[in-house]
């Protein structure tokens, strides 16, 4: 498969949205209501699931497919040490659920990126013209 034209734009963006995960899992509870993303009523540990396995197919598709499993590993550190922190902080509290919502949305994430839907960003590099099939 070709090189990513864009890597570092993808992974620049992936950091952004690291970036978000952790300033939703530590800032004020405001933060986090989601009213304006989702018509109907929130749920907490759909949103950690969807959160999770959101990142994890976008860095798998950012990345070489052998490095799938170390994202992987890493996200599931990321969110451990998001309840850790949350249960340090006066205005959060840590949530064994959220580490189980977090964790099967890596492994949803990962499967989906096993599956195909990992290589997005090759597949967006094609239709822009910057790879060829």
Known sequence: MPSLRLA?????AGWL?????????L??????????????????????????????VWFAGAH???????????LFLLGLLMELAQG???HRSADFGDMLANTAGI????LLARLGFGRWCHWVERRLGLQHA
């Open 8 to 12: 570092p734009y993808w992974r620049a």
């Open 17 to 25: 949205l690291l970036g978000i995960a952790v300033y939703l899992s």
């Open 27 to 56: 800032g004020p509870t405001s933060a986090v209501d989601q009213s304006w993303i989702f018509p109907i009523p929130y749920n907490d540990k759909l949103g950690h699931f969807l959160a999770y396995c959101a990142l994890m």
């Open 64 to 74: 070489r497919r052998e490095h799938d499993l170390l994202v992987a590993q890493y």
């Open 88 to 90: 340090s902080l006066a």
């Open 107 to 110: 492994a949803t994430g990962l």
